[in-house]
C-alpha cells in the first residue's frame, strides 16, 4: 500500500477547480436540492488538498493506515468533496449524477459508512475538528506520519464545541493538525456578521495557541503556499483561515439573482445551464 | 442497611469500581483500548487505567462533547475507545455527538456513565442520572447495559471491550450487594436467572437487583414463588427470557432506577405486549426529578424498595 495521489501543476489544478465547480452545479441541479455556493467556496482548498501533492491518499486502499485524513466538517458542502474524490478515482465520474438519490452512497451529507474515502460522518456542525483532534492522536500514537485536515464553515465556528477542540488540540501540540476555516462570509440566514460576529478569527484561534493564517482562499498558489507552512509546523496545530466567497465561480449569477448567500438550493435548469456556460469561459 | 442484606447476600464493591479494575486489567493486554476523560476519571474509576497508560489517556476537561468527538476519531482509527462521565453529562450533555459522531457511523466507542439513578444521593438531582437508559436507547445500533453487581460489572467490561460497535455501560456510586458471589456466565443480552419461581416474575437491573432478592425472600415468606431476571442489557431486551417469564409465571414486575419513561419496563413491556400479554406492574421513579438525601432514604422516598416490589407482585397474583 502506498501513496497513489495525483500531483498536478498550477496551470492544471486551476483546471481541476473548474472542472469541480462544474460537476458541483450539476449534480446539485440534477438532485433538485443541496448547497453548491457552500461548496463552491471550499473548491481551491479540496483541489489543493487532493492534486496539490499535499495529500496521501490511495483510492484503491481507502483505508490505507499511512493515509492522511481529509474531514469536511461542514458537511453541507460535500458535494465539493465528492466531485473531487471522483476525480481522484475512489469512485467513477458518472456516480456523481446519483447525488442524494435512494440506493446511492452519495447522500446529501457524508456518510463514512457507506462511502469509502469519507473520514466522518458530518452533517450537524460544530463536530468535525474533535473527530479530527482523534484520528490526530490516534495516528501520532500509531506513528503513521498521517496529516489530519477538517475544514469547517465561519457561520460553524458559533458551535461551542469547536472552541473545546481547539484548546484540546493545543493541550496535545497537534502538529499534525491543520484546521481550515472556509471563511465565505455567510450562514444560513444572513451574513456572518449580522448573525453572529466571531471576527476576528485567526485572532481567536491565536489566542487559544494556534498557529495562523490568513490567506485569499479562492486563488490557488496561496492555498497552496498556506498548507506548505503548516505542514513545517512542528510544535502545534495551524489554522488556515481562508477568505473566500460563497458561490465563487458563479458571483455574476447570483449577483443578478439578488441573492449572495443563495444557501441551500440549486441553481435551476436554465440558470445551471448559465452557470457551465461561465465556468467554461473562464 | 443494603439491598440483598436481607436475603445474606454480602456487601461488595460500586459497580463503577468494578469497571475501572476491569478496564485496568484489560488494558494491559489490549493496547487498542484507549481512554478519554472529562476531567471527572477519579469519580468514574478511569485513572487508575490513565495512570498506567498515559500516552493512550486524554483528558480534554470538562468538555463533554469534545471528549465524545476525540473518541470517535480514536475509533475511526482502529482504537477501542471508552469515555466516561456522569451518566447525566455524558447522556444529556453530549448526546448529539454520541448520535452524530459515534452511533451514526457505529464507531467502536464504548461510553460509560457513572453515578446512574437516585442513589448518589447528597450531590442532589444535578448530578443524578435518571434518564440516560432512554436516551441510550434511542441511539440506533446502540447496545445498553446495566450490570447489577461488581461480579457482573467486570464481566460486561470485558465483553463490551471485546465486542466490536457502540455500547453503553451504566455504573453506580453506591456499594451494591454481591449477587454472584460465585461468578456468572455473562452474555451481553442475555438475562440471568438469580432466583427461580413460578408464580410472578421480577425483571430488574442495577441496584434494584438485590432489591428484587429481598422482594423474593420475603414474597416466599408469604406463599409467594417469585422468579428474579437480571436483565443486565436493556437492548437488546432478551426476548426469550421474557416469554418464558410470561408462559410459565403469568406475571411480571420490572424495577429500575430510572424514570419510567424509555427505560427497561418501556423494553419488556413492548416485548411481552407483542409475545404474551400478562399483566405487569412497573417500579420506577415515575415523571420527577429527586433531590439531595441519603441514598436508601431517597430509595424509599421515590419508591425504589423491595417493598414496593412486594406489594406489585402480590397485586398482580391476587387479579
Known amino acids: ?282 | 442497611m443494603y439491598y440483598g442484606e436481607a436475603s445474606g447476600l454480602k456487601l461488595g464493591h460500586a459497580t463503577r469500581d468494578a469497571f475501572g479494575d476491569a478496564l485496568l486489567a484489560l488494558g494491559v493486554s489490549h493496547p487498542e483500548i484507549a481512554v478519554v476523560d472529562g476531567d471527572v476519571g477519579n469519580s468514574t474509576r478511569t485513572e487508575p487505567f490513565a495512570k498506567a497508560h498515559p500516552e493512550r489517556s486524554f483528558n480534554v476537561g470538562i468538555a463533554e462533547s469534545d471528549m465524545v468527538g476525540v473518541a470517535a476519531g480514536l475509533a475511526a482509527c482502529g482504537k477501542t475507545a471508552v469515555v466516561s462521565s456522569f451518566a447525566c453529562f455524558l447522556l444529556c450533555n453530549a448526546y448529539d455527538q454520541l448520535r452524530m459522531s459515534v452511533a451514526f457511523p457505529g464507531l467502536n466507542v464504548k461510553f460509560v456513565g457513572s453515578h446512574a439513578g437516585i442513589s448518589i444521593g447528597a450531590d442532589g438531582p444535578s448530578q443524578m442520572g435518571i434518564e440516560d437508559v432512554s436516551l441510550a436507547c434511542s441511539l440506533p445500533g446502540v447496545k445498553v447495559i446495566v450490570p447489577c453487581d461488581a461480579t457482573s460489572t467486570a464481566k460486561a467490561t470485558e465483553a463490551m471491550l471485546l465486542e466490536a460497535g457502540p455500547m453503553y455501560l451504566r455504573t453506580g456510586r453506591e456499594k451494591a450487594a454481591i449477587v454472584y458471589p460465585d461468578g456468572c456466565d455473562f452474555e451481553i443480552g442475555k438475562a440471568i436467572q438469580v432466583r427461580a419461581g413460578d408464580d410472578v416474575t421480577i425483571i430488574a437491573n442495577g441496584l434494584m437487583v438485590a432489591a428484587a432478592i429481598d422482594a423474593a425472600t420475603e414474597l416466599a415468606r408469604q406463599g409467594i414463588s417469585a422468579r428474579v431476571l437480571d436483565m443486565h442489557t436493556v437492548k437488546p431486551i432478551d426476548e426469550q427470557a421474557i416469554a418464558a417469564a410470561a408462559q410459565e409465571t403469568r406475571a411480571i414486575v420490572v424495577a429500575e432506577e430510572h424514570l419510567a419513561h424509555g427505560g427497561l419496563g418501556a423494553a419488556v413491556a413492548m416485548a411481552a405486549a407483542r409475545i404474551n400479554p400478562v399483566p405487569m406492574a412497573f417500579v420506577n421513579i415515575g415523571d420527577c426529578f429527586a433531590e439531595s438525601g441519603d441514598a436508601y432514604g431517597l430509595l424509599e422516598k421515590y419508591g425504589l424498595t423491595p417493598a414496593a416490589i412486594v406489594d406489585a407482585a402480590r397485586t398482580l397474583t391476587q387479579r
Open chain 1, 1 to 282: 500500500m502506498a501513496n497513489e495521489a495525483k500531483r498536478l501543476n498550477v496551470d492544471e489544478l486551476k483546471n481541476m477547480a473548474r472542472v469541480l465547480r462544474e460537476h458541483i452545479v450539476r449534480m446539485t441541479t440534477a438532485a433538485g436540492s443541496g448547497h453548491p455556493t457552500s461548496s463552491m467556496s471550499a473548491v481551491e482548498i479540496v483541489t489543493a488538498l487532493y492534486f496539490g501533492g499535499l495529500m496521501k491518499y490511495n483510492p484503491q486502499e481507502p483505508h490505507w493506515p499511512g493515509r492522511d485524513r481529509f474531514i469536511l466538517s461542514k458537511g453541507h458542502a460535500v458535494p465539493v468533496l465528492y466531485a473531487a474524490m471522483a476525480e481522484a478515482g475512489y469512485f467513477s465520474v458518472d456516480e456523481l449524477k446519483t447525488l442524494r438519490q435512494l440506493g446511492s452512497p452519495l447522500e446529501g451529507h457524508p456518510n463514512m459508512r457507506r462511502l469509502p474515502g469519507i473520514e466522518a460522518s458530518t452533517g450537524s456542525l460544530g463536530q468535525g475538528l474533535s473527530i479530527g483532534v482523534g484520528h490526530a492522536l490516534a495516528t501520532r500514537l500509531d506513528k503513521t506520519g498521517s496529516h489530519v485536515y477538517v475544514v469547517m464553515g465561519d457561520g460553524e465556528l458559533g458551535e461551542g464545541q469547536v472552541w473545546e477542540a481547539v484548546a484540546t488540540a493545543h493541550k496535545y501540540k497537534l502538529s499534525n493538525l491543520t484546521a481550515i476555516v472556509d471563511q465565505n462570509g455567510f450562514q444560513q440566514t444572513g451574513a456572518t456578521h449580522d448573525v453572529l460576529d466571531l471576527t476576528p478569527v485567526a485572532d481567536k484561534f491565536a489566542a487559544f495557541g494556534w498557529h495562523t493564517q490568513t490567506i485569499e482562499g479562492n486563488q490557488i498558489e496561496p492555498v497552496l503556499s498556506a498548507f506548505d507552512t503548516a505542514l513545517k509546523v512542528t510544535d502545534g496545530p495551524t489554522v488556515i483561515v481562508a477568505k473566500t466567497k460563497k458561490g465563487f465561480g458563479i458571483l455574476p449569477i447570483l449577483e443578478e439573482e439578488h441573492d449572495m448567500n443563495y444557501h441551500g438550493k440549486p441553481l435551476s435548469p436554465a440558470l445551471a445551464e448559465k452557470a457551465l456556460a461561465l465556468l467554461a469561459q473562464n
